[in-house]
Each structure stands twice: as structure tokens, then as C-alpha cells.
Nanobody, 125 residues
Framework: QVHLVESGGGLVQAGGSLRLSCAAS????????MGWFRQAPGEEREFVAA????????YYGDSVKGRFAIFRENAKNTVHLQMNSLKPEDTALYYC??????????????????WGQGTQVTVSS
């Protein structure tokens, strides 16, 4: 089992920044991804960003490219999501997730076996 704990959500004005963090504990894997998804009310869960732990390769959703950055702290088994130039449409519940096997479909929720409880991000206009 993998346990994920997210933190860092909150309320921010449009144009502002927030940093989300996700600390992982429990079972480890040789080649896995940690990713972020988000879900607004009435919407499907949307891929935001991911990082492949073995080589640090990064993946981003089209709607956040150039504004968000994912990075890791290896020693703490923690991944961060730095969110800049936030827009009201970024408002959602943000989830951290782990894909234990580095599946090709990194942008799909079904590729991820473990999920955090979510942290709310609200961007006011």
C-alpha cells in the first residue's frame, strides 16, 4: 500500500501562486510516476502533471503548460506542484496519485492505483 498526503491548497486571487505538496509513504516501486489530477464540480478528472521517479521525466497537461511546474524531493519522497499565473478556471480539487508501474497512459486516471484525499484550490477573479 501507498499512503499519500496532500497539502498546500487554499484561496488565491487570479494571477497569484500556490504550491501543493504530496508526501508518499509505504510500499516503494522501481519505476513509478507521481502525478497530479484535478476535478471541478460536474467535470471529469483532468490530468495536470506527472513526474517519472526513475529519471525525472516530466509530463504536463495542455491547460497548465508554462504556468505549473512539478518537481520532487527524493529524500522526502515528496512531489510538489508549483502553480503560477493562476486563473479562475484552475479552481478544483487537486489530487496526488501514484502509478506504480510507469504505464504509458500517464494522462489517464485509470493508470494510477493510489490516490490522496485531495486538496482544494480556489482562484477568485
Amino acid at each position: 500500500q501507498v499512503h499519500l498526503v496532500e497539502s498546500g491548497g487554499g484561496l488565491v486571487q487570479a494571477g497569484g501562486s500556490l504550491r501543493l505538496s504530496c508526501a508518499a509513504s509505504g510500499r516503494t516501486f522501481s519505476d513509478y510516476r507521481m502525478g497530479w489530477f484535478r476535478q471541478a464540480p460536474g467535470e471529469e478528472r483532468e490530468f495536470v502533471a506527472a513526474i517519472r521517479w526513475s529519471d525525472g521525466r516530466l509530463y504536463y497537461g495542455d491547460s497548465v503548460k508554462g504556468r505549473f511546474a512539478i518537481f520532487r524531493e527524493n529524500a522526502k519522497n515528496t512531489v510538489h506542484l508549483q502553480m503560477n499565473s493562476l486563473k479562475p478556471e484552475d479552481t478544483a480539487l487537486y489530487y496526488c496519485a501514484v502509478d506504480p508501474y510507469g504505464r504509458a497512459s500517464y494522462h489517464l486516471p485509470r493508470a494510477y492505483d493510489y490516490w490522496g484525499q485531495g486538496t482544494q484550490v480556489t482562484v477568485s477573479s
